[in-house]
Nanobody, 122 residues
């Protein structure tokens, strides 16, 4: 019904920058909140940043001041600009969207992307 496709991951040196993108497609009526999560090897998935349909944002303390989340509602796309990257930012980054579909507009369902690897070398 709904697909999320992430892009923009890669290998970067500490102090560098990357920009992740996540485009949602399919039977979308509206998208409420969108967000980015990450999972490092041996660790649980954790929230990185979220943004509401009204552009209210929330960040994990570990990324405040370095990462910026934004969205383009016309393109159903959410972005994550990551600056001053650190080795501890290395993880698989996942996009999440809270979606009302055309088939079930009264219900909010959460969808996940397949993940994109971010590796920060020291």
């Amino acid at each position: 019904q709904v697909q999320l496709v992430e892009s923009g991951g890669g290998l970067v040196q500490a102090g560098g920058s990357l920009r992740l993108s996540c485009a949602a497609s399919g039977s979308i009526f509206t998208i409420n909140a969108m967000g980015w999560y990450r999972q490092a090897p041996g660790k649980q998935r954790e929230l990185v940043a979220t943004i509401t349909s009204g552009d209210n944002t929330n960040y994990a303390d570990s990324v405040k001041g370095r990462f910026t989340i934004s969205r383009d509602n016309a393109k159903n796309t959410v972005y994550l600009q990551m600056n001053s990257l650190k080795p501890e930012d290395t993880a698989v980054y996942y996009c999440n969207a809270a979606v009302r579909t055309r088939i079930a507009a009264a219900v909010i369902s959460h969808y996940w992307g397949q993940g994109t690897q971010v590796t920060v070398s020291s």
